[in-house]
């Protein structure tokens, strides 16, 4: 009986579900193959995260707790990881993708000599190793890969699994760590912090994204606006996170964050591979477009052909009164 | 570093790459630029590659494993249409079946892209290895004139010099127009509009619904109801595993009768012929481009000039006299003897339209010339109201009652074409068309 | 400084694709240089341009791929080492790491840089993994380089915002295309590119080990994405198509 250990990870002193949908999906293939399931947390007061990870049936759980984790720095993550992956002799270690599990993947594979699939939108365990389907060429075809060894690292995108809870009460191994000063070789100077409490896009249920044709700070505040009302992240094109106009953190597309909410509507955007590549998976998509042949249509479920600037007001004020 | 050109080629199309190929393996120095990404990639055209000149550029280019063309032609179709009916003349012969091939069909992205290559061959063959170039994606933004001659290029800041500069820009022709070579107004009646779709099958469905056997092709053009009243007609090539479907239409004319290409293009593909060909298939591309209706009266004032010669479409060399549209080929043979006069002017060190003229002359002499001369009047009577639309209805009427068979007694066939020709036009404007077609044909 | 930048030759997925028994087929053979190495080029240029330097570009890949280094050259990087493979290798991240890391291994250098992530597979390991190979400390996902003494700072895009990080050289970084606008090369650049020095070199040269060069994951086939299909369209009178799709979501929908 081999072991799945399960990345947990946290943002602003949440579980991110992201990481729970693996868990329950690993749980699930533990289950199936008589394997045991287990989970790592690795943050500054990580053992307040253990009973959420207990929900979802992890029989161990280790806890790496030290004040360094603070923000992500890839050195000491790294380090706690490898000594996590020496304790559990994992076959398979299983990440959500954010941009930290990017940070550190090739390298925790490079250390541990581990076979690894990053961005995966699914995964099965195969002897030997997992098969997993990847989106690839911007994400217009899907790739059948398999990846074999006695370890091997897996990234599964947000969205790919449902939460699936299964209590259990899990033996808890706190893993005492220390690094001294000398050892870290990057400092973290600062954090521009993005748009303060801005909703996670992995976890939104609606995302209305911006586009260039979004001009001005009337366009934004409509944008605003419509994104209240649905209680909606908001989310933007290159375009207007390369010019300045939204946070970068807000990109939605390859380069990007990939998204899979409820509800995605897209305002002034063309529909670039770029982009589609990070929304397509979305459960609904409205695309409002002036540009009747815009691209955006083709994954629309939704189309509306207009100016953005006379479609959003009744569109705002028609969803307010369904509202409530 | 700014090292003299014996030539610079503005354009990478099928005549500024022939031209490009010519010079290179005569070991001239020199440039060729292309404003898209790489050669082809601003190219929406595409169709038939009519004549053998290839093989003078690429010997034996049907041997290579994927040599850049789609399929050779061995059968080809002119179809009149109206509305519910086609009738044909069709011809297919393994007479073509043996390289080098008389018609060649292409997509001019791919194609353009595998001859830059070949051509980029050719210089690392040539003694100017490093100093002759392809460079794409920049735009020449104008044609360095001294007193009357062209002495380079120049693009954003920067200037380029050479002894000559060969315009292949294909036919939105500004350059041709900024070295006063074409008037600044070219009326739209002389200019057309080519759409295509580019549509897949599988490819064993393709070449089971076209009998297609290894790499033979169909070449299909089309007169009557396919293009709305608008002047004009429809082709249909098979490539690989895609057809190519299109119009090439009056500009001046869908102005009036205020169509838009694309209306046309799916009025064309409704016809239950064209539904039958283009069932299961799925539209991979779609592209619309200016092209020459071949009319001499839209030929530029000269092909010539001190320092420049125009070849290709920028010269407006193109025929479209019904049977085939031949541009490609009269691109290519117009950028190899433009390139052999600029080595012929290299050779005398003059490069002034003195020796520069024996290009016009060499043109005047070839095939090219001699058939847009010769078939100036197809031309003018394809574009026709009544070669458009009543011989096509006349032909296709005649053609249901000849096939009928009506468990009646059948009039012999002269009864059948006087009725079709009664409802469609009359003895008398037919005997003038005959009169005519038989003296432009 | 003395920057290498990893630079890679990609299909183009503007490219027409289609798939056939499994197999990936481009209508055209479009290959390009990666767009995030791109990136990765120019910032490298900028910076030595600015702090004076040395730019050389490494690319593992098949003959054809001298045309991208051509172009890295063409914007203005100084010199490339071609790491010579035949096209038919499967090589992945891990290999092709591998390969780089053991290439570096015996050279001079302050930065090693890299895109962060290929076009088209959007693996994004490669760059961590040489760090790991190498020893040495990195930063991915970069949106903005300077220059400080020895130091590399790093802007980069982490999940909380942007993460300012001190790297001391020697350092390895992964380049978003967030980070700049690539210069398209001018006539005079591509003009010199092939005058510039690119040394052509044998995988076999570097001396590797055959089972270094075995790839541990593999792509057994592709196949097409569950196709979306495009749903209705409302063209026409503003507020009235506006209201109608927002009583749709809600009643048809239901996704409010
Ligand atoms: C390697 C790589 C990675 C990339 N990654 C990403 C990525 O992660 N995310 C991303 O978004 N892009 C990405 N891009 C860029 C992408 O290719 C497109 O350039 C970008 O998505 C275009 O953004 P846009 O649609 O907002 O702008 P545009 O393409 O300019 O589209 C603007 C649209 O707004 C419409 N419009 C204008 N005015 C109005 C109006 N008043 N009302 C209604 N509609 C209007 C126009 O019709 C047009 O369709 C990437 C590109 C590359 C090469
Ligand atoms: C729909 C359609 C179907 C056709 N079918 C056929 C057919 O079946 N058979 C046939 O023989 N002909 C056909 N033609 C006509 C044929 O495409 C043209 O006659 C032919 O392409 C002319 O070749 P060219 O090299 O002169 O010009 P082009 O092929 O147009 O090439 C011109 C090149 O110059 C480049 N360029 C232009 N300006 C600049 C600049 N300032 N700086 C740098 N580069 C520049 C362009 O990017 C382009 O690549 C068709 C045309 C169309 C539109
Ligand atoms: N064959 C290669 N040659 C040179 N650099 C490469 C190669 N493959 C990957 N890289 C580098 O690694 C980055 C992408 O890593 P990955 O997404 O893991 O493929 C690219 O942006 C390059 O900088």
């Not at chain 1, 250990?5 to 199936?32: F, P």
């Not at chain 1, 052909?305 to 028609?318: A, H, M, N, Q, T």
């Not at chain 2, 001190?306 to 950028?335: C, H, T, W």
């Not at chain 3, 299909?11 to 990936?24: C, F, M, R, W």
Request: with cysteine; glycine share 8%; proline share 3%.
């Amino acid at each position: 009986m081999s072991t799945i250990l399960t990345h947990i990870a946290i943002a602003d002193g949440k579980i991110k579900r992201s990481s729970l949908e693996v868990l329950s999906h690993c749980k699930n293939l533990a289950d199936q193959n008589g394997h045991s399931v287990e989970a790592v947390v690795v943050a500054e007061n990580a053992s307040n995260y253990v009973d959420g990870i207990k929900k979802y049936g992890a029989s161990k759980i280790y806890v790496v707790e030290n004040p360094i984790f603070k923000n992500h720095i890839n050195t000491p993550i790294l380090k706690a990881l490898v000594k996590v992956m020496e304790m559990a002799k994992p076959e398979v270690f299983a990440f959500a993708s954010t941009e930290s599990t990017k940070d550190i993947l090739g390298a925790l594979a490079a250390n541990q000599g581990a076979a690894v699939l990053s961005d995966v939108a699914s995964f099965e365990l195969i002897d030997g190793g997992i098969k997993g389907t990847r989106p690839v060429m911007a994400a217009k075809v899907l790739a059948n890969a398999e990846a074999k060894g006695e370890k091997v690292l897996v990234s599964v995108r947000s969205g790919s699994y449902d939460l699936a809870e299964s209590p259990t009460d899990a033996e808890v191994v706190s893993v005492d760590f220390n690094m001294d000063e000398n050892e870290l070789k990057a400092t973290l100077r600062e954090i521009i912090s993005s748009t303060g409490d801005a909703v996670d896009l992995n976890e939104a249920e609606a995302i209305v994204a911006a586009g260039r044709g979004v001009k001005d700070e009337e366009g934004r505040k409509l944008i605003s606006e419509l994104a209240d009302v649905l209680k909606a992240g908001i989310g933007a094109s290159r375009a207007l996170t390369e010019s300045g106009v939204y946070d970068p953190s807000l990109q939605i597309g390859q380069t990007g964050k990939v998204v899979s909410p409820q509800l995605y509507i897209a305002v002034g955007i063309s529909g670039a591979i770029q982009h589609v590549a990070g929304m397509a998976n979305s459960k609904v998509i409205v695309a409002i477009n002036k540009d009747a042949d815009a691209p955006i249509f083709e994954v629309a479920d939704y189309g509306i052909v207009g100016d953005l600037y006379k479609i959003l007001p009744p569109f705002i004020e028609e969803l307010k009164k369904i509202k409530n | 570093m700014d090292e003299k050109f014996d030539c610079i080629v503005i354009g990478g199309g099928v005549a500024g790459l022939a031209a490009a190929m010519t010079l290179a393996k005569n070991n001239m120095k020199f440039l060729l630029i292309e404003r898209g990404e790489f050669a082809g990639s601003k190219n929406v055209s595409g169709g038939v590659l009519w004549g053998s000149d290839l093989s003078k550029l690429v010997p034996n280019y049907w041997e290579e494993e994927d040599g850049g063309w789609e399929r050779f032609i061995n059968h080809r179709r002119l179809t009149f249409m109206d509305e519910q009916s086609t009738f044909s003349l069709d011809f297919k012969s393994s007479h073509f079946n043996k390289p080098p091939y008389s018609g060649v069909v292409i997509l001019r992205s791919k194609f353009d892209n595998w001859l830059s290559g070949k051509v980029q061959e050719a210089i690392d063959a040539s003694d100017f290895a490093m100093d002759s170039f392809i460079a794409t994606n920049i735009k020449v933004d104008d044609v360095l004139m001294e007193n009357g001659k062209a002495v380079g290029i120049k693009t954003g800041e920067d200037e380029f010099h050479a002894d000559s500069v060969i315009i292949a820009e294909g036919v939105n022709n500004l350059l041709t127009r900024r070295v006063g070579l074409q008037d600044e107004y070219v009326p739209a009646d002389h200019m057309l509009t080519g759409i295509k779709e580019i549509i897949r099958f599988d490819q064993k469905v393709l070449e089971d619904r076209f009998q297609l056997n290894g790499l033979s092709g169909m070449s299909n053009e089309f007169v009557g109801w396919a293009t709305d009243g608008v002047e004009g007609g429809g082709f249909l090539y098979t490539n690989r595993d895609t057809i190519s479907l299109g119009l090439v239409l009056g500009i001046k004319d869908m102005r009036e009768k205020n169509k838009s290409p694309h209306d046309v293009l799916n009025h064309f593909k409704t016809h239950p012929v064209i539904a039958d060909c283009i069932k299961g298939g799925e539209i991979v591309e779609y592209s619309a481009h200016v092209v020459s209706s071949g009319d001499k009266r839209a030929m530029p004032k000269e092909l010539y000039k001190d320092g420049v010669l125009l070849v290709g479409e920028a010269a407006n060399l193109l025929m479209n006299a019904g049977k085939a549209i031949q541009g490609m080929d009269y691109a290519m043979r117009s950028g190899i003897l433009a390139a052999e006069t600029i080595i012929k002017a290299k050779e005398k060190n003059d490069f002034t339209s003195e020796t520069l003229k024996e290009y016009r002359a060499a043109l005047d002499d070839s095939y090219v010339m001699k058939d847009i001369n010769s078939f100036q009047d197809a031309v003018h009577l394809l574009h026709t109201d009544t070669m458009q639309q009543k011989v096509p209805n006349l032909i296709c009427d005649f053609g249901r009652e000849f096939f009928t068979i009506k468990s009646e007694a059948t009039p012999k066939s002269r009864q059948i074409l006087k009725g079709a020709i009664k409802r469609h036009s009359s003895v008398w404007e037919l005997a003038k068309l005959g009169f005519k077609a038989g003296k432009s044909l | 400084m003395k920057f290498y930048v990893c630079i890679k030759m990609v299909p183009d997925v503007n490219a027409p694709i289609q798939i056939k028994e499994g197999k990936l087929i481009q209508d055209a053979d479009r290959m390009i240089l990666n767009a995030y190495d791109a990136s990765a080029v120019e910032e490298a240029l900028v910076l030595s341009e600015k702090h004076g330097g040395e730019v050389e570009v490494v690319c593992i890949g098949p003959q054809k791929a001298s045309e991208t280094i051509r172009k890295a050259l063409a914007m203005g990087a100084d010199k490339a080492t071609h790491l010579l493979t035949t096209g038919q290798e499967k090589y992945d991240s891990g290999t092709y790491a591998r390969i780089l890391a053991n290439f570096f291994n015996n050279k001079e250098y302050d930065v090693l840089s890299l895109g962060k992530q290929s076009q088209d597979t959007d693996a994004g390991l490669t760059g961590s993994m040489i760090a790991e190979l190498l020893h040495l400390p990195y930063a991915t996902n970069a949106v903005g380089l300077e220059i400080e003494g020895e130091k590399l700072i790093v802007k980069r895009q982490g999940d909380f915002g942007q993460e300012m990080i001190e790297l001391p050289t020697p350092c390895v970084v992964t380049c978003s295309n967030d980070m700049n606008e690539p210069r398209i090369p001018n006539l005079k650049g591509i003009m010199a590119s092939k005058r510039k020095p690119l040394e052509q070199v044998e995988l076999s040269s570097l001396g590797m080990n055959e089972n270094q060069l075995i790839a541990d994951t593999a792509v057994l086939s592709y196949s097409a994405k569950p196709e979306r299909q495009a749903g209705q369209k409302f063209d026409g009178e503003a507020d009235e198509i506006a209201r109608q799709v927002a009583q749709l979501l809600d009643t048809e929908a239901n996704v409010l």
